[in-house]
Structures are given as structure tokens and as C-alpha cells.
């Protein structure tokens, strides 16, 4: 599935798609005039792993050296906008949940690039893939998009730098209940607390997306990066010291039955049995 609009937008743009290790064209890059789109390519639901992951650190560096790209349009093919790392089946023996620092070493290089990022948010965002969103510096999104960080439902302490990311954009408050309860909450409801900054209708968070790009795109470029390296002075790291915290935790979470318990309840939809163990 091509996500909205796309068509439109890729048919005046050259394309180039990056390959990931196993071969698979996991992401593609087109460019519309001063805007580049990366587009996730990993559909139904554009999982994440630490080879993903540092596949799209390498793309953004790399259009950090390219003077022509002034903003990045952040978007998903498939269903999902990004549901995470899969901690389901097999996944929930994977490197991910063994020892996630590979694939957080990989996701804090996402904090460090320099071109103002826009998400297009059509589907779900679950977990890491909240996480992803927050790297963007806006999120577009609609109605009939999900998002969840659903870590303590799974039974175990949040990740991605989530811990600092979250409470910044949306308060401590809204933060805790999201963290606490994993609940999911809609399009609408992610912008009116902050979540997301602005909501159209599915069909048209690709196109919108783009719109705000080019929008940033026309202001000086030299001027929009050094003031978002002003606004987010410090933020890069502090974001790699609170991973830092939560993946030590994370280790200690991981071996429990209650994450086990998380993972199971969550492939089977029922509520889990969490013994504090």
C-alpha cells in the first residue's frame, strides 16, 4: 500500500531507493525541489530493527551533507506508521529484546542530524515507533491513526529516549498516563494534548506533510538550522543519557516472567497476569 497522496508527489521527483542488508528496498528517497520524502518500506506494519534503523541514521546523515535538501518528509508505506520492534513470536527471543543497546546505539543517531523533519503519521505508532515519531520535529496525522507506548503493558520499562522525549513534548502529566496505562489514543486525541501537530483527513497527511516541508523549505536555510540547534541545544545528549538509564533497566526487565507474560498476553489479546516477577 502506497500511503497517501504519494503518487502524486513521487511522480515530478527522481527516486532513489537504499537498500538494507537483507537486500529488500526498506527505504526510498525522493526529492521535490528543496523537500527529500524517506519513505519506510517495511509494510504491513514497518517493524524496526537495529539494521533498519541504522540504515535510515545513514540516510539522514547523509542528506545532512546535502545543501539542496532543506526538510525531510518522514513517511510509511503499509498499514502501520511504524509498530515498533516486533517483540512477538520469534521476535521475542531477537537481539531487540536480548539486548536492545545495539539497536538504541543506532536510534541515539537519530537525535543528532541537522534538517527539520516532518512525520506523516497515517497509521498506527506503537511503542519505538512513537519513539521514531519524536525524532521529527512535527508530526501530521488523522483520525484513524493510533498511537501507543505501550512498554508497561509489555512489561517493562520504556526505551528510544522516550522517558525524556515524551514529558518534554506533552508534560509529565500526559506522559505518565500514557507510559503508566499504554493506552492507545487517536489522531484527534494526539493533537490536542501535543502529541501531534496538526490533523487532516487520511487521505491527505502525506500531501499536508509535504505542504509543511515546503513551507520550512522557503525560509533561509542557514538561519532554520542554526535555530533548531539553538532550540534543541543539549537535547541529543540528554536523550543518550536517558536511554543510557532505561536500557540499564530494560536488562534487568527483560529475563522476567513478567515480560514473557506481556509479550504472550499481547500475541494472544487477552490482559495479562503480570506477577511482579
Partial sequence: MTPPNASSTASSTASSAVS???GQDSLQVTRDGHVVQVLIRRPPHNHLDPAFVGLLADTLEQLDGDDECRAIVLAAE???????????????????????SPFYKQAMRLFRTRKPIVAAVHGA?????????????????????????????????????????????????????????????DGETAVRIGLADELVPADQVLARAHALATEIAISAPLAVESTRAALREGLADAIYAANQKELAIQLTQFPTEDFREGVAAMAERRPPNFRRR
Fill in 20 to 22: 538494507s542488508t537483507s
Fill in 78 to 100: 503499509g498499514k502501520s506508521f511504524c509498530a515498533g520492534a516486533d517483540f512477538s513470536g520469534q521476535q521475542a527471543s531477537s537481539s531487540v529484546s536480548r539486548d536492545p
Fill in 125 to 185: 505508532a506503537v511503542g519505538a515507533g512513537v519513539g521514531l515519531s519524536l525524532v521529527a520535529d512535527f508530526r501530521v496525522t488523522c483520525p484513524e491513526a493510533r498511537f501507543s507506548v505501550n512498554f508497561n503493558r509489555l512489561g517493562f520499562h520504556p526505551g528510544f529516549g522516550l522517558s525524556l522525549t515524551l514529558p518534554r513534548l506533552i508534560g509529565v502529566q500526559q506522559a505518565s498516563l500514557l507510559l503508566y496505562t499504554g493506552r492507545r489514543i
